[in-house]
């Protein structure tokens, strides 16, 4: 499966931004898609997993209560939903599957490019 992140950008602390993953080929709907993140100097982080179904959600610490992350098997696409940002969240933001329902990201076999978003302060 091939991964295509979008929907970064610049945006004040308080604010909001969605980001898009859309996925290419048949087997999307049997994957677990995770987001996960990236800052300068600092290791990827997990930030949120959905089920093949969306039966199961899981979330990283930091963004529980402010991130929501959501699935639609029949456009492909995964989505992360970022409110009351913080300059803490600015990162590269990579989405993921994983034939796993897992937080892990060693066991995520598939990467999108990445989607910066920057949170000023």
């Known amino acids: 499966v091939q991964l295509q992140a979008s929907g970064g950008g610049l945006v004040q602390a308080g604010g909001s931004l969605r980001l898009s993953c859309a996925a290419s080929?048949?087997?999307?709907?049997?994957?677990?898609m995770g987001w996960f993140r990236q800052a300068p100097g600092k290791d990827r982080e997990f930030v949120a997993a959905i089920s093949w179904n969306g039966g199961s959600i899981y979330y990283g610490d930091p963004v529980k209560g402010r991130f929501t992350i959501s699935r639609d098997n029949a456009k492909n696409t995964v989505y992360l939903q970022m409110n009351t940002l913080k300059p803490e969240d600015t990162a590269v933001y990579y989405c993921?599957?994983?034939?796993?329902?897992?937080?892990?990201?060693?066991?995520?076999?598939?990467w999108g490019q990445g989607t910066q978003v920057t949170v000023s302060s």
């Open positions: 080929g048949r087997a999307f709907s049997s994957y677990t």
């Open positions: 993921a599957a994983s034939n796993w329902e897992t937080m892990r990201s060693t066991d995520y076999g598939y």
